[in-house]
T-cell receptor, first 112, second 115 residues
């Protein structure tokens, strides 16, 4: 099946720093989304981005579908950005079983 | 609008028992998806319901089942619980049932511990 790999697995930054999180996928996908899970477990949808670039405040994301990767940029990090960031894909050409594959996440810690 | 609610929030069961978890979506949302999160396997998709029909199912054994009611509320059931079923179970709702093609709104989760 399709493999979804996220890097780095862990990232520790000072408040105010910028960061880039990467999501690689091994096969073509219909859709891709980025999520943030805060330290209390709440998951929040950040972007639906099967291709191109989107921006929302200090966050932006770019997906290059032909090269099978997506990037999440966080600028001027704040402590509230801490948590785990997941990407999830909906692979093409697969049966309905096992649709929606998540990466293992990047754990981001922002120090004050 | 009220957010997605899940009940109960915490649950302790013993092996062999069964459990039913409930999810109430945001008003007007017709799609509910369920996910399991464990330290070992990470986040995994369980199933998706839209207008009372299961549209997609993840790679889980038949002990995991679900249903959706006419008011879009959903329940999932796990029978014959195993230790490995200990997990955070998350549900998410979205308006039109296009899952990853539209924003999903997640509930706080139900944390299940199987002893």
């Amino acid at each position: 099946g399709i493999q979804v790999e996220q890097s780095p697995p862990d990232l520790i930054l000072q408040e105010g720093a910028n960061s880039t999180l990467r999501c690689n996928f091994s096969d073509s996908v219909n859709n891709l989304q980025w999520f943030h899970q805060n330290p209390w477990g709440q998951l929040i949808n950040l972007f639906y981005i099967p291709s191109g670039t989107k921006q929302n405040g200090r966050l932006s994301a770019t997906t290059v579908a032909t090269e099978r990767y997506s990037l999440l940029y966080i600028s001027s990090s704040q402590t509230t950005d801490s948590g785990v960031y997941f990407c999830a894909v909906d692979p093409t050409g697969y049966s309905s079983a096992s649709k929606i594959i998540f990466g293992s996440g990047t754990r981001l810690s922002i120090r004050p | 609008k009220a957010g997605v609610t899940q009940t109960p929030r915490y649950l302790i069961k013993t092996r062999g028992q069964q459990v039913t978890l409930s999810c109430s979506p945001i008003s007007g949302h017709r799609s509910v998806s369920w996910y399991q999160q464990t330290p070992g396997q990470g986040l995994q998709f369980l199933f998706e319901y839209f207008s009372e029909t299961q549209r997609n199912k993840g790679n889980f054994p038949g002990r995991f089942s679900g249903r959706q009611f006419s008011n879009s509320r959903s329940e999932m059931n796990v029978s014959t619980l195993e230790l490995g079923d200990s997990a955070l179970y998350l549900c998410a709702s979205s308006p039109g049932g296009r899952t990853l093609r539209e924003t999903q709104y997640f509930g706080p989760g139900t944390r299940l511990l199987v002893l």
